[in-house]
Structures are given as C-alpha cells and as structure tokens.
C-alpha cells in the first residue's frame, strides 16, 4: 500500500500562485509514475500534469500548460504541482496519484492504484 496525502491549497486571487505537495509514505516510491489530477463542481474528473521516476513529464493538459510544473523529489517521496497565474477556472479539488506502472495513457485515471484524499483550491476573481 501507497499512502498519499496532498496539500497546499487553499484560497487565493487569480493571478496568484500556489504550490500543492504531495508526501508518499508505506511501501517503497520508487518507480511509481506520479500525476496530479483535478475534479471541479460537476465536472468529472480531468488530467493535470505527469512525471515518471526518473523526472520525464508527458504534455500537460491544455489548461494549464505554459502555467503549471510538476516536479518530484525521490529522496523527500513528494511530488510538487507549481501553479502559477492562477484563473477562476483552475478552481477545483486536487489529487494526487500514484501507479507502480503504467500500460496505457498517463491521462488515464483507470491506471492508477493509489489516490489522496484531495486539497482544495479556490481562485476568486
């Protein structure tokens, strides 16, 4: 088992920044491709930003590229999600996700075994 547990949101302004985190703990992280994910009132859930263990990250989605990086630091078991310039629109819960291998697209929720529990983040205007 995989324990993730995200955090960093909260409320701030659009234009702002924020900085979402996410620790790994129980059995070993290497390896795991790590994503983020987001999930707004309604919506389903969509695809944010991938990384793999050794730090290649997939094209991001659309409405974030040029805006958010993923990152990850092995040695912490974390992974980061930069956000900057910030729109109404990004206002959404956040997951973390985990998967010790990925056979299809990295976009796919349906390929990840491990979730967190979700930080909210809410961009006034």
């Known amino acids: 088992q995989v324990q993730l547990v995200e955090s960093g949101g909260g409320l701030v302004q659009a234009g702002d920044s924020l900085r979402l985190s996410c620790v790994a703990s129980?059995?070993?992280?290497?390896?795991?491709?790590m994503s983020w994910f987001r999930q707004a009132p309604g919506k389903e859930r969509e695809f944010v930003a991938s990384?793999?263990?050794?730090?290649?990250?997939?094209p991001y989605a659309d409405s974030v590229k040029g805006r958010f990086t993923i990152t990850r630091d092995n040695a912490k078991n974390t992974v980061y999600l930069q956000m900057n310039s910030l729109k109404p629109e990004d206002t959404a819960v956040y997951y973390c996700?985990?998967?010790?291998?990925?056979?299809?697209?990295?976009?796919?929720?349906?390929?990840?075994?491990?979730w967190g529990q979700g930080t909210q983040v809410t961009v006034s205007s």
């Open positions: 990384i793999s263990w050794i730090g290649f990250t997939t």
């Open positions: 129980g059995r070993t992280f290497s390896g795991y491709t």
């Open positions: 996700a985990a998967a010790p291998s990925v056979r299809g697209r990295v976009s796919s929720s349906g390929e990840y075994a491990y």
